[in-house]
């Protein structure tokens, strides 16, 4: 599917200089291929931002709809159907509608993000993915002045997820943003990873992607996205509200009920590989601390 890329960088445009070059000079790379100057920026200095093998990204997964083990979805997420695939978008909007996937892509530019990806459950990976921003398809759309949420939701098909047989969350999974973190230049769609279509265990054919919030805010196959005045229900929050909160940003001062969230294991580097420490909001404190401000963090997990 060549034909779906548009104005792409491929990893190639930066990943082998990420190995070489230092935390500075990768960041002001990024923001060139990006476009967004400042965006990326690291707390750390050595903290050059190298992606994970397509291997570790496409078979180390969390897809519940495909099973809760972590090789499931990569072993059963072939079963579902991509294509044809429709987006309803809906709510307070001017153009609500049905939209085919390939002409969002169409309407789209496209281009490659090297985000670090934190799950809530600390381990972490660094993705390069291919998408668009989440702006640009809401603005396509117009959202209108009452909204204030967005809500997404994913594909619910018993005969292709055999996951949802069982009640481990209430399906479909659902997820939601504040409008301003929705319309954040680091909030995208992610359609593609490494240059190629994203793969169906990582959210065939389009998913959310949150940098700086816990993984499981980062939506996959999203079939539904409407935009509301009042805060949606998400999918973690309604399982155990005491554990998962509907702002679940990355914060290595604020402890899930049963683990710290101080340290993360980075995937792919081996049984020793160590730990090394969360940064404030995964890395992107700079870029969006400012929504949050005057908000108590920890009362607001
Ligand atoms: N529909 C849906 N989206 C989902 C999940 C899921 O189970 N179902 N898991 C979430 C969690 S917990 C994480 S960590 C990320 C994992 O994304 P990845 O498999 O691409 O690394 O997807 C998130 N999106
Ligand atoms: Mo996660």
Request: proline fraction near 7%; charged fraction near 20%; hydrophobic fraction near 40%.
């Amino acid at each position: 599917m060549a034909h779906r890329w548009k104005n792409t960088l491929t990893h190639r445009d930066v990943t082998p200089k990420a190995a070489f070059m230092n935390r500075r000079q990768v960041m002001a790379g990024l923001a060139a291929g990006v476009g967004l100057a400042g965006v990326g920026g690291a707390a750390h200095a050595q903290d050059a931002l190298v992606p994970n093998s397509y291997e570790d990204i496409t078979q180390y997964n969390n897809y519940y709809e495909f099973g809760t083990g972590k090789d499931d979805p990569a072993a059963n997420a072939h079963r579902l159907t991509t294509a044809p695939w429709t987006v309803k978008i809906d709510g307070l909007v001017d153009a609500p509608g049905d939209y085919a996937f390939g002409d969002i892509m169409n309407a789209m530019t496209i281009e490659e993000r090297i985000y670090r990806f934190r799950c809530v459950e600390a381990w972490s990976m660094v993705i390069p993915w291919n998408g668009f921003e989440l702006a640009d398809l809401l603005q396509m759309v117009g959202v209108q002045s009452g909204a204030k949420y967005v809500a997404f939701e994913t594909a619910l098909r018993p005969d292709e997820m055999p996951g949802v047989r069982y009640p481990v969350l209430d399906w479909p999974y659902v997820e939601g943003l504040r409008l301003d973190e929705a319309m954040h230049p680091l909030t995208i769609m992610a359609t593609g990873i490494y240059g190629k279509d994203i793969p169906n265990q990582n959210g065939a054919p389009m998913r959310l992607v949150v940098p700086w919030k816990y993984g499981f805010k980062s939506i996959k196959s999203i079939v539904r996205i409407t935009l509301t005045d009042r805060e949606p229900p998400t999918s973690w929050n309604k399982a155990n509200a005491g554990e998962y909160g509907f702002y679940s940003n990355v914060n290595p001062e604020v402890s899930h009920p049963r683990w710290s969230q101080a340290t993360e294991r980075p995937v792919g580097g081996g049984l020793f590989a160590k730990r090394k420490p969360t940064l404030m909001f995964n890395g992107y404190e700079q870029e969006v601390a400012s929504l949050y401000e005057g908000m108590d963090l920890k009362a607001n997990f």
